[in-house]
């Protein structure tokens, strides 16, 4: 720093005055106190100036690198959650199909029951089957 303390105007040595001021030993010349201070930015002053600004740099691409990673992870927390409410719907479906299925073979049997044996039937029986022939005809007009 000190090798900065030199008069602009005849390379005097700048004496420190009271008031934070300078003068020149030389001319004569007076440098108020904000002035020498910017003529002491020195060499070191501008490389941790430039350290900061590489620094600053560095981080923020380091911040853009961060956000694209959880933009990756983001999307692919989003594609999972998609594949895993596909195939929740998927197994949905599946599982009402196989319920209509199950139902449609009961309804069946309990028809062919019907009329292979009906003189055989009691009319309570016979009640019981038509009324359970006629709720599995509800449940399957029922929309998925
Ligand atoms: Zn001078």
């Avoid at 105007?9 to 440098?31: A, I, M, N, Q, T």
């Avoid at 990673?69 to 959650?81: M, Y």
């Avoid at 028809?111 to 003189?119: F, G, K």
Wanted: aromatic share 4%; with cysteine.
């Amino acid at each position: 720093m000190a090798e900065k303390r030199q008069c602009e105007s005849c390379g005097g040595k700048l004496v420190s005055r009271p008031d934070g001021s300078f003068e020149c030993d030389g001319c004569g010349r007076v440098y108020p106190a904000g002035q020498v201070k910017a003529a002491e930015y020195t060499r070191q002053e501008r490389k941790a100036a430039l350290e900061h600004a590489v620094k600053e740099r560095h981080e923020l691409r380091r911040a853009e690198w961060e956000s694209r990673k959880e933009e990756v992870v983001r999307k692919a927390a989003a594609e999972r959650t998609e594949r895993e409410q596909k195939a929740a719907k998927a197994r949905a479906l599946e599982e009402r199909l196989q319920k209509r299925e199950k139902l449609t073979e009961e309804k069946n049997a309990l028809q062919t029951e019907l009329a292979r044996s009906r003189s055989l039937f009691t009319g309570k029986h016979k009640k019981e089957l038509e009324a359970r022939i006629a709720d599995i005809e509800a449940e399957l007009k029922k929309p998925d």
